[in-house]
């Protein structure tokens, strides 16, 4: 069984707060009858709101204004599409040549035709969750200052223990602001400095929320614990860097201002701390995948920090869940995805399945690679046709199988509930250090080495090849090379739409993909598409929101 923070959260109650909104009338409090002041009274409340702090990340249910006239808080978005990560996902890969899915839910078709308006239901829902997942993180953290802390009476091992808690949260809400930065550049900002509904939220602006993740970052960083010293799930110092290397590397699209010998820095850092891959690809995404890292000791895998789910106890229709069920119909086994049914909905695109060498056959007794050489390339074909005529067509595009519901080393093993899964989802895992690494020294970052950046990318092709027959020359380490890697490593992960912002190909007519920009053959859009809008919603309610240009 999987013990970690999240699990918690069956016991506990729920704080009682609200969403961070523009507009007071839209704050929603959880009608409980457990006040702030009872739980956090004990050193064992203050673990419980921890575990709700982290658990919004794979519990369902409220992430914006009431709406009545919609299945959901937000109209068009249902319970399942609240999860966090399945919000993220549609806006990171269906935007790209990684996904497409047959769905038309309110806002989805317009993600990968990139005609996404400000009313857009998908980037509103994720736009609130983000911003309600902050919420937490700053009650969390008024409420463990020192002076809550003395007095309510703990003191001593406890009072330290809610001191590495707060640090957390602060990472937590670090990471939700990138999202924020990220997606939408110019988000509202309110820290644990302004109570609930006390201020109208100002809007802050891409370069500023940079220098603030930043700042945040390092300066949790001796609050956090030692790497792979925490609790499973939750967050140390090893996290604080991998997210400072994913921010630097991305720092001149942020900022204008290249960091990429920062982005070496850190990502040397978290390879130093003793990460390192795990043997088999195909073990990455699978029911127990919490084995791939065991925090205090032991066996040193590669996730540094993961979404966790649990089939039992953290029910819902996002997260591992989603990526199981939609990537699954037809043809497609649902016995050997360890699940109880396929939702014919998501698949990749021929740009994606080209990455990688032909298979020798399409042997599917060889699941789930069909005998690719390169063992990453899990995807099913049979019943699935390459060329994508029709995005709403199940069968229109290839099946993506990386993502399993079975047990490591017994695939006939399945995880605890066949509806709901347990595959963890990571957020960092030091593979995506290695890339980072690399294409940092490539870029012209100081403090690495190229024969160190080449050795970094071909432990990863090793893995992939089972030898090192797909391993590559100095001379063929070239950014594009890099970005391709990405895509082959890292696909439906959550990286693609930044990857390809960062390489300056995601609105540009020089890279094309399956009906990109709404045309079969794709076409390049208006650059503005590189950030999303700001809801329409929010920027009627708040007086001190813009819009961003283009929408």
Known sequence: MKRNINKILLTTGIIAVGLMSCNKNKIISPNDQVTSTQVYSTPAGYKEALAKVYGSYANTGNIGPYNPSGPG???????GTSDFFRLFWNAQELTTDEAVITYGDPGVQDLHNMVW?????????????????????NDFIRQSSDANLSSRGISGADATNIRYYRAEARFLRAFQYWVLMDLYANPPFVTDAQAVGAVIPPQTDRKTLFNYIESELKAIDPLLVAPMKNEYGRADQAAAWSL??????????????????????????VIG?????????DNLMLADDNLNSIPGGGTVGEFILTINYDGLKTQGYGGSQFLTHAATGGSVPVKKIGIDGGYAGARTTSNIVNLFPPPATQDTSNFPNNNNPDTRAEFWYP????????????????????????????????????????????????????????????????????????????????RAYGNNSGNITADQLTTNFILDERGRELYWEGYRRTDLIRYGLFTSASYLWPFKGGAKGGTGVADYRNIFAIPDADVAANPNLKQNTGY
């Open 73 to 79: 808080d937000i109209q068009g978005i249902d319970e």
């Open 117 to 137: 308006s400000s009313s857009n239901a998908i980037l509103k829902g994720l736009y609130y969750r983000s911003l309600y997942q902050i919420t937490l993180c």
């Open 244 to 269: 400072l290397a994913r921010i630097y590397l991305n720092a001149q699209v942020y900022t204008g201002t290249a960091r990429y010998t920062d982005a070496i820095t850190y990502a040397q850092k």
């Open 273 to 281: 701390a003793g990460y390192s891959l795990i043997n088999n690809y």
């Open 383 to 462: 019943g699935q046709n390459l060329v994508i005529n029709n995005v709403t067509s199940f069968t229109d595009g290839i099946a993506v199988v990386k993502f399993r519901n079975v047990k490591i080393g017994h695939p006939t093993e399945t995880g605890s509930n066949l509806t709901f899964t347990d595959i963890d989802l990571p957020l960092f895992r030091v593979s995506e250090m290695y890339l980072i690494y690399a294409e940092a020294v490539l870029r012209g970052g100081t403090g690495g080495d190229p024969a160190t950046a080449l050795n970094y990318v071909n432990l990863i092709r090793t």
